[in-house]
């Protein structure tokens, strides 16, 4: 089929905008929600704490019990919301750079690129420390983002040959890393499969230190250009009319996309539906514009994933399931909704 024409081409987004003070309300109320999601999940699981055990925590006066408690527990709710704001961000930027509503970074293969790299230093070089995996998920991001969108944009950017690469590619990626697992030490499997998942189990501080990073380095580059992403969503002219390199634009935002994804899931694995669902959800109760989507974006994927490591951590205690598969289900319902709304509105 041919992939240019008026009928090939995507839907420009419509800039709905709320009222400033609407926006700046609906964002501290995600905030007041991720602080209350960030409390529960530090206090509830397993163990239940209190707020005073959290305090003689970190003064250094807790029992060998809280302790070990906190310890573990922590880590994991730092890395739950760390992974969320990377992935829901790097969602928005693909999803302004593309002018597409499906694109994320796991559909377009970025997050199973980055799973090829981590599941080979896993199964080849099972000695490995973190950082070694760390930077093997962020090689296998950036190449298969090259990939991706060098396939993509040849002959100008279309949006949905740019999707069908990606589940192209996405598809490879799964396939390459199911062969390996299989064919390789079966000692390794329940590692590799775990870390697939999307689990925080395990966790500790030093897993947070290159989303941290990511995200202190990105969120002020998406944000810089929160206007240049309202014009790249709405089509390929105006943009380049109104004077915006829009090359350059799309190359420095794919890049921060591609350093947020990596650094999540070398952080706590392959999540899904995080970068797909949160942007959505964010330009419903924000409207369109970026000045408040992004934000909303973030605390909204942060919160999405606090609460399916809350939930896979208490539904069936000591029992856990992982973070990725709460995560989906958390989502998919609300992204099933989107589907059914936006067809009534065509």
Known sequence: ???????????????????????VVVVGV????????AIAGILLGDTKLLLGDVANWLSGQAGPVVSSVLDARFPRVGAALLAGASLALAGTAIQAVSRNPLAEPSIIGVSGGAGIGAIVVITFV???GFWMTAG????????TAAVVFGLALRGGLQTDRFVLVGIGVSAAAMAAITLLI?????????????????????RSMEHLIPMTVAL??????????HRTQDLLS???DTPRLLGIAVPRSRLILLVCAVLLTGSAVAGIGVVGFVGLVAPHAARALVGSRHRLAIPASILLGALLVCAGD???RTAIAPAQLPAGLLTALLGAPYFVWLLFRSRLSR
Do not use: H
């Open 234 to 236: 709405l089509d390929e």
């Open 182 to 202: 299989v064919l390789t030490d079966p000692w390794n499997e329940v590692k590799a499969l775990t870390w697939l998942s999307g689990s925080t189990y395990g």
């Open 216 to 225: 202190l380095l990105t969120v002020p580059v998406i944000w810089s250009f």
């Open 310 to 312: 809350l939930i896979g």
């Open 126 to 128: 099972p000695l490995a």
């Open 136 to 143: 093997a998920a962020g090689i296998g991001a950036a190449v």
């Open 30 to 37: 995600l905030a007041v929600l991720l602080v209350g999601a």
């Open 1 to 23: 089929m041919r992939t240019s024409g008026p009928t090939r081409e995507a839907r420009s987004a419509s800039l709905r905008a709320v009222r400033a003070g609407t926006g």
